[in-house]
């Protein structure tokens, strides 16, 4: 399944509660997800031999394990990244929505988005730094 399949499954709402349930304290963000929910939607994709796999990370610097995909996977641009088969490893107990919620935020941190997005995304980063 490619990662456009998966976000025409769900509405933006339905991503936006999902990253609330994975990623506390991010309402601020709704109207930024929302709008790069509507970018993403209107692209057309650009295929590419490459995947995104869901897998089992581990953090060496704080000593735990996740489930996520390699920021690299996300390093395209959008119109690529959303054209992208997705991989689930048979260990990764993310749900489908999950997978999308996460590939959105992951978009619009490590993605090279459309020039119309570049505001926002410098909004999402300042506030990481923070």
């Not at 490619?2 to 709704?30: C, G, R, V, W």
């Not at 209107?42 to 089992?56: C, E, M, N, W």
Request: glycine share 2%; with cysteine.
């Amino acid at each position: 399944m490619q990662l456009l399949d998966l976000f025409n499954k769900y509405s933006a709402s339905e991503l936006i509660a999902t990253i609330d349930a994975m990623f506390p304290d991010t309402e601020q963000f709704h109207p930024i997800f929302e709008q790069a929910y509507a970018i993403m939607k209107g692209l057309t994709p650009v295929a590419s031999k490459k995947k995104i796999r869901y897998k089992v990370i581990y953090d060496e610097a704080n000593d735990f394990e996740f489930f996520g995909a390699e920021d690299s996977c996300f390093a395209t641009t959008w119109e690529v990244c959303i054209a992208k088969e997705l991989i689930r490893d048979d260990e990764v107990e993310l749900s489908d929505i999950e997978m999308a919620a996460n590939s959105l935020v992951n978009m619009c941190l490590t993605g090279r988005c459309p020039r119309e997005f570049l505001p926002m995304k410098q909004e999402l980063l300042s506030s990481l730094e923070q």
